[in-house]
T-cell receptor, first 117, second 111 residues
């Protein structure tokens, strides 16, 4: 296993189009996170999965955004009717939470850079 | 005011210099990450710590829980250390272990 992988690495789309990103976490990692990073800023939390259950969503995640992790392995993040303000780096991270362990180290993918023109 | 503040925002150093990047946070945390991000975008975790000090090669990270402050030190800096260094904290009591990030410190090490 080579770590967290994201696809595509870059996406240019026209305003109003739908886009979908994929994240493959490290095998057996039960936690998966999506973050968004705009230019010059630190990443911001979007949503979190424990196995296949989406347990938390940020208010940054408008109704145009949807994320799934259907089998508790890979995850997809879809943005409908993209806007120029959606242009950002979308980062995926995964971690393994064990019973009795409070802190879990997160491992990040390379990110998908979205440009909406 | 951001929950995680880093200083400086930008740092230029000469090769070989000792570098310190600081991180202060205002929330209770269970752990703190130091991360490195290169221009391509990918983030690499350097350290996760909840107390004391950790060392890995030329990198040293310290944390003072009482003062809510952490530092990342780079000894004998090299141009390949040029990157954005990001401090991120895990909010204490949160079940998700999601991270709250600082805005990063852009480090440029000149030969």
């Amino acid at each position: 296993d080579t770590g967290v992988s994201q696809d595509p690495r870059h996406k240019i789309t026209k305003r109003g189009q739908n886009v979908t990103f994929r994240c493959d976490p490290i095998s057996e990692h039960n936690r998966l996170y999506w973050y968004r990073q705009t230019l010059g800023q630190g990443p911001e939390f979007l949503t979190y999965f424990q196995n296949e259950a989406q347990l938390e969503k940020s208010r940054l995640l408008s109704d145009r955004f949807s994320a799934e992790r259907p089998k508790g392995s890979f995850s997809t993040l879809e943005i409908q009717r993209t806007e120029q303000g959606d242009s950002a780096m979308y980062l995926c991270a995964s971690s393994l939470a064990r019973v009795g362990t409070v802190n879990t180290e997160a491992f990040f993918g390379q990110g998908t850079r979205l440009t909406v023109v | 005011k951001n929950e995680v503040e880093q200083s400086p925002q930008n740092l230029t150093a000469q090769e070989g210099e000792f570098i310190t990047i600081n991180c202060s946070y205002s929330v209770g945390i269970s752990a703190l990450h130091w991360l490195q991000q290169h221009p391509g975008g990918g983030i690499v975790s350097l350290f996760m710590l909840s107390s004391g000090k950790k060392k890995h090669g030329r990198l040293i990270a310290t944390i003072n829980i009482q003062e809510k402050h952490s530092s990342l030190h780079i000894t004998a800096s090299h141009p390949r250390d040029s990157a954005v260094y990001i401090c991120a904290v895990m909010n204490y009591g949160g079940a998700t272990n999601k991270l709250i990030f600082g805005t990063g410190t852009l480090l440029a090490v000149q030969p």
